[in-house]
């Protein structure tokens, strides 16, 4: 090899490595401060922003997608995943399954979707004003739940008025590909709800959006 030829390939390695040198140091620091489903607070460069899946803030940084516990965020082409006050911990990383159950209403304007408690079928109401899943004894004693074993004696509040019940926590609460796992629940003395109520201890987990009458339920990642 000719020192010509030599010396322009040591210029050219110079280069490339002056080139690589200088995208490292300008890569931007990027923190995790708080997650939320679809959502995140991130801190690049000392600027705090609030991202959306999607969406790319300061430097170029892009949200990809988030949960409660995780981020993965792409920086300069390159997706990691992230958690809060954390930094990078995995170059590669699928971003986390987003699960969703439309259910459309019924004619009465109710929305009511099949699932199951602890593997055993069940029709659900969907009531955003109810704090938990709410059932009747005679439903749980279908479904082979002890409440009164299990159960912590409690008075709630219905429609009707005060009402006894039993505070538990359901091992599983399924709708469509979503399943959650320790959900709290009360069953009522008597005949209670005539439908089991999906109640906020298990949508509350989750992401509820309207399109048109249709509502929707997004569940991202494990839950």
Same mark, same amino acid.
């Given at each position: ?16 490595a ?6 490292a140091a ?9 997650l939320?489903?679809?959502k995140a607070?991130v801190e690049?460069?000392?600027?705090r922003r609030l991202l959306?899946?999607?969406? =790319? /803030?300061?430097g170029? #940084?892009?949200?990809?997608a +988030?949960? @409660? &516990?995780r981020a993965? $965020? ?5 997706r990691a ?8 911990v995995?170059?590669r990383y699928a971003?986390?399954?987003?699960v969703e159950v439309r259910i459309a ?6 929305y009511?979707?099949?699932?199951t408690?602890?593997g055993q079928?069940v029709d659900f109401?969907?009531d =955003? /004003?109810?704090?938990? #899943?709410?059932l009747?004894? +005679?439903q @749980? &004693?279908?479904?082979? $739940?002890?409440y009164?074993?299990?159960g912590d ?10 009402a006894?019940?039993w505070?538990?926590?359901l091992d599983?609460?399924?709708?469509g590909?979503?399943?959650l796992?320790?959900?709290d629940a009360?069953?009522?003395e008597?005949?209670g709800?005539a439908?089991?109520l999906l ?6 987990r989750l992401?509820l959006?309207r399109?048109g009458?249709v509502l ?5 990642g494990a839950?």
């Open positions: 090899m000719s020192l010509g030829r030599r010396g322009r390939l040591l210029a050219c390695g110079l280069a490339v002056g080139a690589l040198a200088w995208q300008a890569a931007p620091q990027v923190r995790v401060l708080a939320f489903p679809g607070l690049v460069d000392g600027e959306r899946a999607g969406e =790319t /803030g300061p170029g #940084v892009r949200l990809v +988030a949960d @409660a &516990r993965v $965020i792409e920086v300069g082409g390159r995943e992230y958690t809060v006050g954390g930094g990078p995995g170059a971003p986390p399954r987003e209403p019924d004619a009465r304007g109710m009511r979707v099949p699932g408690i602890n079928p109401l969907v =955003t /004003g109810a704090t938990f #899943v709410s009747a004894g +005679a @749980a &004693r279908a479904l082979g $739940i002890l009164r074993a299990v004696p409690v008075v709630v509040r219905t429609a009707s008025g005060l006894r019940a505070r538990l926590k599983e609460v399924q709708v590909g979503i399943r796992r320790s959900v009360v069953v009522l008597g005949q709800p439908h089991v109640g906020n201890s298990f949508l509350s992401h959006e399109e009458p929707v339920l997004r569940m991202t839950r």
